[in-house]
């Protein structure tokens, strides 16, 4: 099966930027999705891509901000974070699957990473 490994994180002021990347071994997978979960509530979408790259979607409050990529070669895929903001605090996780169409519940990924921290402070 997939499996998923990231890196990045950590914790910067607001309006700096932080990279995230998502390492997946195992099968091609199909769609890879962001999600964020703070202390106390629910995991929540906050952008997917597709495996060709070509059909993306990002949570509202992230839109314009945040750009998901990724790079077929070595498996991994990145989420460039720009102008962070203290609601963006949360452990960030990547999750995948074998589908090939863009979901936000995540219900519907089978594989998941560690999770990273990411701290914006005001």
């Known amino acids: 099966q997939v499996q998923l490994v990231q890196s990045g994180g950590g914790s910067v002021q607001a309006g700096g930027s932080l990279r995230l990347s998502c390492a997946a071994s195992?099968?091609?997978?199909?769609?890879l999705g962001w999600f964020r979960q703070a202390p106390g509530k629910e995991r929540e979408f906050v952008g997917g891509?597709?495996?060709?790259?070509?059909?993306?979607y990002y949570k509202g409050s992230v839109k314009g901000r945040f750009t998901i990529s990724r790079d077929n070669a070595k498996n991994t895929v990145y989420l460039q974070m720009s102008s962070l903001k203290p609601e963006d605090t949360a452990v960030y996780y990547c999750?995948?699957?074998?589908?090939?169409?863009?979901?936000?519940?995540?219900?519907?990924?089978?594989?998941w990473g560690q999770g990273t921290q990411v701290t914006v402070s005001s």
């Open positions: 195992g099968p091609t997978f199909g769609r």
């Open positions: 999750a995948a699957d074998l589908g090939g169409t863009l979901v936000t519940s995540p219900a519907s990924y089978d594989f």
């Open positions: 891509i597709t495996r060709s790259g070509s059909s993306t």
